[in-house]
């Protein structure tokens, strides 16, 4: 996969410092990436971007072992937040965990939630490294915003917070919920999606999901989805009918080489 | 992962034999699976399914190392194949491709095409493993029909021998297309989802969609989506606008075990 999407710039970035200065700082995981992963001399011209500040060219002043420094440039975009959009999972296994937290990064998520259920493993979820699947999706991805990853919250707690009204639309496999297309004509942005385990959730939890008014069960169609499939679904559909999914792409491709 | 949805059942497997007969013979591979890795004995009941005869019940009749036989119960569906959906990829990096084909199965494609563009490296591609991956999908999401796949065609020949008037489906990142949801508000199944190689489609292939009838460019919002990640969104929101995302459910889920 290219670093970046735009044949000008040799990669795009996320940095947490403030963009409107001459200079700044990177770190030193970014420093090596850029110095001894993608192999960039002093000059090479990169892309820099958070959400405070938009996004800006940028270019590689000084490169040392412990740390490299940017010289800030022009602004290329103005900021711009995602608009709302949760998905709360209960941690599934590794591979499957991280493909997840990429394609939803992809898919335009503000907020994931983790979320620990009764056949949930917390053992194999390492918040940190969600996050830097999350930053590097994001880079990748054109956003100007990385998804907030929050802290992992009890299933009961989860929908006793709840921040009302907002919808929580779960899948539904016995047939319970309104097919999803049609719940979403009934539905307007921010929403929720919430995905299970793998081995489900738990009768008294289904139970508790029941009991509650902001929970909107949705059939998927006639197949059982895997859990990171049903997420991936579910929040490309919310986009294409009531999310951002009509906006225009942030970046115009160039042509790519023949 | 459990190996079957129905906890009355040990597996669900897919087998190719006639299945209105009073016994069939497994092949080798099957047999194993059964015998060594679910450690299932003699008489263990497990459900069988293929395109032409629906899904049957079956007992473990004898169990040997050559190859176990099923005694065939009674019918638990009728047949049923899933409605045409097509998808047309060229092949990406293996991780991915197995995650895609698996996640295309679960959602219903009916035949899934590799496709040879100037970017794709086809070394990488098994068919017989994607064949692997479709079947074990088809198992595990309760489909009753295995996707076709289709001998890899080269680009150009694809879109020369089209089989018109189906809709071919196709991310576009440069703003050149209507967004997705207001696309398919203009289109009926059965539709087909093209999805290029990592480096992207060589100009000239470009030119040469542009210049099809059959061709929709659709905007998939204002992030750019990895191969993949666009494959699966695309068909998630053409089941669940256009194809049988309003089916119920074909598994009635027993509430989970607490």
Redesign the interface.
Same mark, same amino acid.
């Given at each position: 996969?290219?670093p970046t999407?735009d044949p000008r710039m040799a990669a795009r970035l996320h940095v947490d410092a403030p963009l409107d200065g001459r200079e700044i700082a990177l770190d030193e995981a970014r420093s090596h990436y850029l110095r001894n992963v993608l192999r960039l001399q002093p000059g090479a011209r990169i892309a820099v971007f958070n959400a405070r500040d938009g996004e800006y060219e940028a270019s590689i002043a000084a490169a040392g072992k412990r740390g490299s420094r940017l010289a800030i440039g022009a602004r290329r975009r103005e900021p711009a937040a995602e608009p709302e959009l949760w998905l709360c999972f209960a941690p599934i296994k590794r591979?499957r965990l991280d493909?997840m937290i990429?394609?939803a990064t992809?898919?335009?998520v503000s907020r994931l939630v983790p979320v620990v259920t009764?056949?949930t493993n917390m053992d194999r979820v390492n918040i940190e490294r969600l996050g830097a699947i999350a930053v590097e999706a994001a880079e990748?991805?054109?956003?100007l915003s990385v998804p907030e990853i929050a802290a992992p919250v009890d299933f009961a707690e989860l929908l006793a917070a709840w921040a009302r009204p907002r919808p929580l639309i779960v899948g $539904?496999?016995?047939?319970g919920g309104a097919? =999803?297309?049609?719940a979403l004509s009934d539905l307007r942005a921010p929403v929720a999606v919430l995905v299970g385990p793998?081995?489900?959730?738990?009768?008294?939890?289904?139970e508790l999901l029941a009991r509650q008014d902001f929970v909107r069960r949705v059939?998927?169609?006639?197949? =059982?989805?895997?859990a990171d499939?049903a997420a =991936?679904?579910?929040l490309?559909?919310v986009?294409?009918?009531i999310? $951002?999914?009509?906006?225009?792409?942030?970046? =115009?491709?160039a $042509?790519?080489?023949?």
């Amino acid at each position: 996969l290219m670093p970046t999407n735009d044949p000008r710039m040799a990669a795009r970035l996320h940095v947490d410092a403030p963009l409107d200065g001459r200079e700044i700082a990177l770190d030193e995981a970014r420093s090596h990436y850029l110095r001894n992963v993608l192999r960039l001399q002093p000059g090479a011209r990169i892309a820099v971007f958070n959400a405070r500040d938009g996004e800006y060219e940028a270019s590689i002043a000084a490169a040392g072992k412990r740390g490299s420094r940017l010289a800030i440039g022009a602004r290329r975009r103005e900021p711009a937040a995602e608009p709302e959009l949760w998905l709360c999972f209960a941690p599934i296994k590794r591979a499957r965990l991280d493909a997840m937290i990429e394609k939803a990064t992809e898919l335009g998520v503000s907020r994931l939630v983790p979320v620990v259920t009764q056949h949930t493993n917390m053992d194999r979820v390492n918040i940190e490294r969600l996050g830097a699947i999350a930053v590097e999706a994001a880079e990748q991805s054109e956003r100007l915003s990385v998804p907030e990853i929050a802290a992992p919250v009890d299933f009961a707690e989860l929908l006793a917070a709840w921040a009302r009204p907002r919808p929580l639309i779960v899948g $539904d496999e016995t047939g319970g919920g309104a097919p =999803i297309g049609a719940a979403l004509s009934d539905l307007r942005a921010p929403v929720a999606v919430l995905v299970g385990p793998e081995g489900g959730f738990a009768r008294r939890e289904i139970e508790l999901l029941a009991r509650q008014d902001f929970v909107r069960r949705v059939g998927l169609g006639p197949r =059982i989805l895997k859990a990171d499939t049903a997420a =991936i679904a579910m929040l490309a559909i919310v986009q294409a009918m009531i999310g $951002d999914g009509a906006a225009p792409p942030r970046f =115009i491709a160039a $042509d790519a080489a023949s």
